[in-house]
């Protein structure tokens, strides 16, 4: 088992109650290529400077003025994701499906093709990131304790006493507490019965739900047929579920070592709601040659996280010993609202708000159209290219009091140190094109995503984090309607960390993953 490095990670296990992670900065800012219409998953989800697509609003909302008609759109989609583990040279696999609505919406546009003016104005819906999924791993771990990441956080905190840690920490540490799993020595120190000698037995089981949905309206204008530009203001919508489910088993046979197993179950939902704006503008020096450049602001989100856990343990004959009492229980089990009950707080979990900001993202095209003429029915092909800069160093969490406590604002400080150092500057690429025969197309594209890693972070192991989504696709358009279907197909290296450590070696997982999503968009104009 190797090591990644996270500088600065101890300062992201302040206090349990404030949820976040660097790594769900990311899963709300990652957004997958498999989103937009059909037409534009085909070739790539290259469109900064083809546009002529609803997609334009999201990606390069110039390309909407070159709508002089109105149109309607609707994208059904289908996701099939699987994943393959790789943990301590165990290998497993899980799968999940979901059906959900890609982009769909209105354009309407005024101008036709004797005025070389015109505007564009469109309301649509983007399904932005899938966040369904069902995976597990495990294997022995002879390092480390998922216990260890409670004591860690206990330690770094300010908590004196049981009562500050039933308050501060009732997500994990307080249950294990009071379970017997974690006990305090004769130095005052926190110290857990599932320790290394044990050679633990691990097993991590997560199933996630929900996604991004953004809600955009954009505007854009066409000048001369030379200069178009346009811009929208979207507001993206977030819903994420998360079930985990950590076991850990002694190894040992020891049936009289004060420890033989604990489950830890956790739920977790976030929810909200946020704006941001995009730019974008399309130059044609001739008129069958496109250049696009367009920059997205980051998503200012506001979230709300609803959790609460659960613990059960078995510790054999502990309690029994150190009460003198052979009546006690082998097992116990608390939960969240166990804890809030002692601890004199209402409510069965724990809520809490804060602020994320995303990265920001600009990106550059060119686009070349084979025979473009007035009359359009005569285009016969067409290829283009994209490139992407996105600013995943830029994500940054903030309190959404006005006026936050001194501890939160440590507590972000240091979460943000640690995004800092933990994330890069990522290149994107996109190319694809279109043959058409008359009112048939087949098109094909490839998106390759890069690693938002840095180097530091992946020093020490061979762990990934790219992605890469080749496409294919066919439409159909005759008098004023059109229908395309899109096959993409997503495949990249990742790695899942089920906890962290500054004081000892943490496991991760590699994730080999696959995304197939099939995408059909039918649309009339009208």
């Known amino acids: 088992m190797k090591k990644i490095f996270i500088a600065g990670i ?94 769909s919406g209105f354009i309407f546009g005024w101008g036709n093709r004797y005025n070389n003016n015109s505007t564009a104005l469109s309301f649509a819906v983007n399904r932005t990131a899938n966040f369904n999924s069902g995976f597990s791993y495990g294997g022995t771990n002879l390092n480390s304790s998922y216990s260890f990441k409670w004591i860690e956080e206990v330690d770094n905190s300010s908590a004196t006493s049981v009562d500050d840690i039933r ?52 505007m854009a204008w066409n000048r001369n047929n ?7 203001i979207g507001i993206p919508i977030i819903n994420y579920e998360r079930k985990s489910t950590i076991t850990e088993k002694d190894g040992t046979g020891n049936t009289n070592n004060d420890f033989d197993s604990f489950i830890f179950r956790e739920n977790l939902k976030t929810t909200g709601t946020g704006f941001n704006a995009k730019l974008g503008i399309i130059f044609k020096p001739v008129e069958y040659f496109r250049i696009g450049l367009t920059f997205h602001t980051p998503s200012i989100i506001s979230l709300k996280d609803v959790a609460d856990a659960s613990i059960t343990s078995n510790i054999e004959n502990l309690s029994r010993r150190l009460n003198n009492d052979p009546s006690k229980p082998t097992s116990y089990t608390y939960n969240t609202a166990d804890i809030n009950s ?61 006026v936050p406590s001194q501890s939160e604002v440590d507590y972000f400080k240091g ?49 990934k984090g790219w992605r890469m989504t080749p496409s294919l696709g066919v439409g159909y358009r005759d008098k004023g309607m059109f229908i395309d279907l899109t096959y993409a197909h997503g495949f990249g290296r990742n790695f899942h960390i089920p906890y962290t450590l500054s004081s000892a070696t943490f496991p991760y997982a590699k994730d080999n993953y696959y995304n197939g999503q099939i995408t059909a968009t039918v649309g009339f104009k009208f």
């Not at 809490?352 to 070349?368: C, E, F, R």
């Not at 979460?415 to 094909?444: C, H, P, Q």
């Open 342 to 402: 002692v601890a004199g707080i209402n409510g069965s979990d724990n809520v809490y708000n804060y602020q994320l900001n995303t990265p920001w993202k600009l990106g550059a095209s060119v686009s070349y159209v084979f025979r473009e003429i007035n009359d359009v029915t005569k285009q016969k092909a067409f290829i283009t290219g994209d490139v992407e800069l996105v600013n995943y160093k830029a994500m940054s969490y903030s309190s959404s009091e006005n």
């Open 226 to 232: 030379k200069f178009l530009y346009g811009v929208t």
């Open 167 to 218: 308050k501060n920490f009732p997500l994990g540490a307080s249950q294990a507490y009071e379970s017997y799993l974690l006990d305090i020595d004769a130095n005052g120190h926190l110290f857990t019965y599932a320790s290394t000698d044990k050679m633990l037995n691990q097993k991590f089981a997560y199933q996630t739900g929900g996604g991004m949905t953004e809600a955009a309206i954009a």
């Open 415 to 463: 979460l943000n140190t640690s995004i800092d150092n933990t994330y890069k500057m990522a290149v994107n690429a996109k190319i694809g094109g279109e043959l058409k025969f008359k009112t048939l197309m087949v098109r094909a594209g490839f998106n390759y995503m890069g690693s938002p890693y840095s180097k530091d972070f992946l020093s020490g192991s061979n762990v």
């Open 10 to 103: 101890a300062m992201c296990l302040i206090q349990e109650i404030n949820a976040q992670d660097i790594f769900d900065a990311l899963r709300f800012s990652y957004q997958p290529v498999s989103t937009g219409s059909a037409r534009i998953q085909a070739i790539g989800g290259a469109n900064i400077s083809l546009g002529g697509d609803i997609s334009s609003s999201f990606i390069n909302p110039a390309g909407l003025a070159q709508f002089r008609t109105n149109e309607i759109v609707f994208s059904p989609a289908f996701n099939l994701n699987s994943d393959k583990m790789l943990y301590n040279d165990q290998t497993t696999t899980g799968s999940k499906n979901k059906f959900n609505i890609g982009t």
